[in-house]
């Protein structure tokens, strides 16, 4: 369509499929992937709604140019040629964001100050004026991107982080990113399909994030701001009838979502997200300790869970990791039970052979997503009768 533009969606490393997925889902045209990101093409309504409802991406960028770089006077010229004074306003504020990946630059601050410098002077040259810069909170927030010689100039729809859902105030130590959490959700094949227990749950993320995704709630519908309420061309009629149409596709949520923790202080905070959430109705929240608990109901269970990898919390990670093994062995029949895990030697001591491990990062430490299928009773294994 004539009103369709390209759009770029970021996300982690090993998210890129299932945010296509998300995306096409969801209604965006000419789909592609790349590493870390997802490029497609919508409209400004369409804009609003993958900011409102990904949630696998950890920002929206809307490209405005692209061009070729050499060194730092070829890129303030060709930032200088592009008309920024129809972007945004003299008396409106603005920041820029440089990520750099090249022989000719080094330093992604060096890049930030020459493209600023470039946009104040084209103002002073255009309106003999110039707009001021504000890091935290800017009106217009400019992405600047450097791979090689190319340079893609961009304009960040979204402003902070999407992982920002704005439900979560209270958190424990080594709190996991909404964005990873929903993504390892997506990943594991969580669809709402069944009964789903987070037995380390911390600050509740799994959970707050488990039953959007089993009603259909869109991710980001507790988010204060998005960075494109401040454009000069927002159109709050249109986002508003975004909100509406996304609310009303939420479906009816049939099982349960349970949380385990055995800190009173990780249970106070995760029943304060959930409620901050609104999400009270779907989650129950118990005071346990995992290794003393067994399955709850008859039917599948679904588990999703962050234990500890020793970076922050001392353990003893031999035996921790084994009894975990012993609990999901003994008192866990029926139940797909995933989690996420750094410490890769541990993972050994944990006596069970995994049926599924996906590679993925969780901060900067190289992680697995690992799957125990716990079935019904002992295994039973096909007789072969010698003729």
């Known amino acids: 369509m004539a009103n369709n533009f390209k759009m770029v969606a970021k996300t982690l490393f090993g998210f890129e499929e299932i945010l296509a997925k998300e995306i096409r889902k969801l209604g965006g045209g000419h789909v592609e992937m790349g590493v870390r ?27 405005i140019c692209s061009f070729t770089v050499r060194n730092e006077n070829d890129l303030y010229k060709k930032i200088y040629a592009i008309d920024w004074p129809s972007y945004f306003e003299v008396d409106a504020t603005f920041a820029v964001d440089a990520t750099v990946n090249s022989e000719n ?26 707009p001021n810069v504000d890091i935290k909170f800017p009106d217009l927030r400019i992405n600047i991107h450097i791979q090689g010689e190319q ?32 993504g390892l959700l997506l990943l594991s094949g969580w669809e709402g399909q069944c009964d789903f227990l ?10 707050a994030e488990a039953a959007m995704i089993a009603c ?75 290794f003393d608990t067994e399955k709850c109901n008859d039917g599948k269970l679904h588990m999703l869970f962050n234990p500890p990898y020793g970076e922050r919390l001392r353990l ?22 995933w989690f996420i895990t750094a410490n890769l030697e541990a993972l050994k001591h944990v006596g069970l052979r995994p049926s599924r491990k996906i590679k993925v990062f969780n901060g900067h430490l190289e992680a697995r997503l690992v799957k125990y299928v716990m079935y019904e009773g002992s295994k039973k294994r096909k007789s072969v009768t010698n003729p």
Not at 165 to 174: K, M
């Open 105 to 130: 630059f080094k330093h992604s601050l060096f890049i930030s100050q020459k493209t600023k410098d470039a946009i104040v002077d084209k103002f002073r040259a255009v309106v003999d004026r110039r």
């Open 151 to 182: 340079c893609n100039v961009s304009l960040d729809t979204s402003g902070s982080s999407l992982h920002h859902r704005g439900y979560r105030t209270a958190t424990n130590i080594a709190p996991i990113n909404e964005v990873l959490a929903a």
């Open 316 to 337: 003893d990670m031999e035996t921790f990791y084994a009894e975990l093994g012993d609990t999901l062995k003994q008192s866990y029949p029926g139940t797909d039970a």
């Open 198 to 207: 987070d037995p380390m749950c911390g600050s509740g993320t799994f959970l």
């Open 37 to 63: 990101n997802v490029s497609f093409e919508g409209d400004t309504g369409f804009m609003y709604k993958a900011n409102l409802c990904l949630r696998t991406a950890i920002k929206i960028l809307k490209p």
């Open 216 to 290: 259909n709630i869109p991710a980001n519908i507790n988010r204060k701001q998005f960075a494109f309420e401040k454009w000069t061309d927002f159109d709050e009629e249109l986002f508003q009838k975004i909100v509406e149409v996304s609310l009303n596709k939420t479906r009816e949520f049939h099982h349960k979502i349970v949380g385990y923790d055995k800190a009173p202080s990780a249970v106070r905070k995760a029943q304060e997200n959930i409620d901050n959430a609104n999400l009270s109705e779907y989650i129950t929240i118990e005071r346990k300790n995992f």
